[in-house]
Nanobody, 127 residues
Framework: QEHLVESGGGSVQAGGSLRLSCVVS????????MGWFRQAPGKEREGIAQ???????SYAETVRGRFTLSKDNAKNMLYLQMNNLKPEDSAVYYC?????????????????????WGQGTQVTVSS
């Protein structure tokens, strides 16, 4: 059975950095896009970063230039380096593998009915 488990969330002051990690267990189709969603209280879920099967990364406008997504296939790990954090980045962050785009307008993701989510990790940025 497939599992995604996030870690690395926490509290930080504005301008600081955090690195989220996601360990992937089980067998997930390597053609799927992987990446990160976030959801703040009272706000819609937002896809912020994705990597496709060719290694192309795409970012939402809200995080582009500040966040960096990387993947270590040998370790079955996904990372999100978050720099210059802002209070509006506060949210629960979810590691996701899916057969659809995470980031609207991002590189094309292989289409399938697969949809795997981690349990989420809280990120809080204070001003």
């Amino acid at each position: 059975q497939e599992h995604l488990v996030e870690s690395g969330g926490g509290s930080v002051q504005a301008g600081g950095s955090l690195r989220l990690s996601c360990v992937v267990s089980g067998t997930i189709d390597s053609r799927l896009c992987m990446g990160w969603f976030r959801q703040a209280p009272g706000k819609e879920r937002e896809g912020i970063a994705q990597i496709d099967r060719f290694g192309t990364t795409s970012y939402a406008e809200t995080v582009r230039g500040r966040f960096t997504l990387s993947k270590d296939n040998a370790k079955n790990m996904l990372y999100l380096q978050m720099n210059n954090l802002k209070p509006e980045d506060s949210a629960v962050y979810y590691c996701v593998a899916r057969g659809d785009n995470l980031v609207p307008g991002g590189s094309f993701c292989f289409r399938s009915g697969s949809d795997y989510w981690g349990q989420g990790t809280q990120v809080t940025v204070s001003s």
